[in-house]
T-cell receptor
Framework: NAGVTQTPKFQVLKTGQSMTLQCAQD?????MSWYRQDPGMGLRLIHY???????DQGEVPNGYNVSRSTTEDFPLRLLSAAPSQTSVYFC??????????FGPGTRLLVL | RKEVEQDPGPFNVPEGATVAFNCTYS??????FFWYRQDCRKEPKLLMS???SGNEDGRFTAQLNRASQYISLLIRDSKLSDSATYLC???????????FGPGTRLSVLP
């Protein structure tokens, strides 16, 4: 049972490049979400999904897109990377109102 | 005002000490409550859920006061391995949204 997996673990991008952060879970959880965590700040919700085909914006959605074509996968797309998007990104999954399980994170540096 | 606020910390305590963390939340419609632990450069992991009647898990005790919108975590007999950041979490919107506090960092010193 792998839980929540994220790839890549580390990534360096140049300003303006695009990339997709992958997230997958094998617990059949309906709910998946993406957070970013910056030094001295808590986890901030970027986008979330309550089931396949349903996504919604969180607190800081600008510059990011998501889709949820299957229950298992919830990729996060950076359309045109900016230095302000340098952060640690965590994906999480859960049943609604139950414990959230987090992936190991992706450390992103945008130059 | 932030939705979830916590003691700013850091807390530096000797081994064996008892330490208490406080958390307040602003939305009275918050449904569920949790404490998570996050080690340096790692993902957050559930420490314990918080129930209205209060609950205990070994050296850890969590309390919830819905009227005051206040959550607490008490750690007794601190161990070096308790050093981490402790995150207070509430859920909103029928459990669809998890709102994290900024965290309180604990260092347990030998």
């Amino acid at each position: 049972n792998a839980g929540v997996t994220q790839t890549p673990k580390f990534q360096v991008l140049k300003t303006g490049q695009s990339m997709t952060l992958q997230c997958a879970q094998d617990m059949n959880h309906e709910y998946m979400s993406w957070y970013r965590q910056d030094p001295g700040m808590g986890l901030r919700l970027i986008h979330y999904s309550v089931g396949a085909g349903i996504t919604d914006q969180g607190e800081v959605p600008n510059g990011y897109n998501v889709s949820r074509s299957t229950t298992e996968d919830f990729p996060l797309r950076l359309l045109s990377a900016a230095p302000s998007q340098t952060s640690v990104y965590f994906c999480a999954s859960s049943y609604p109102d139950k414990t959230q399980y987090f992936g190991p994170g992706t450390r992103l540096l945008v130059l | 005002r932030k939705e979830v606020e916590q003691d700013p910390g850091p807390f530096n305590v000797p081994e064996g000490a008892t330490v208490a963390f406080n958390c307040t939340y602003s939305n009275s419609a918050s449904q569920s409550f949790f404490w998570y632990r996050q080690d340096c450069r790692k993902e957050p992991k559930l420490l314990m859920s918080v129930y209205s009647s209060g609950n205990e898990d070994g050296r850890f005790t969590a309390q919830l006061n819905r009227a005051s919108q206040y959550i607490s975590l008490l750690i007794r007999d601190s161990k070096l391995s308790d050093s981490a950041t402790y995150l207070c979490v509430v859920t909103l919107n029928y459990g669809q949204n998890f709102v994290f506090g900024p965290g309180t960092r604990l260092s347990v010193l030998p």
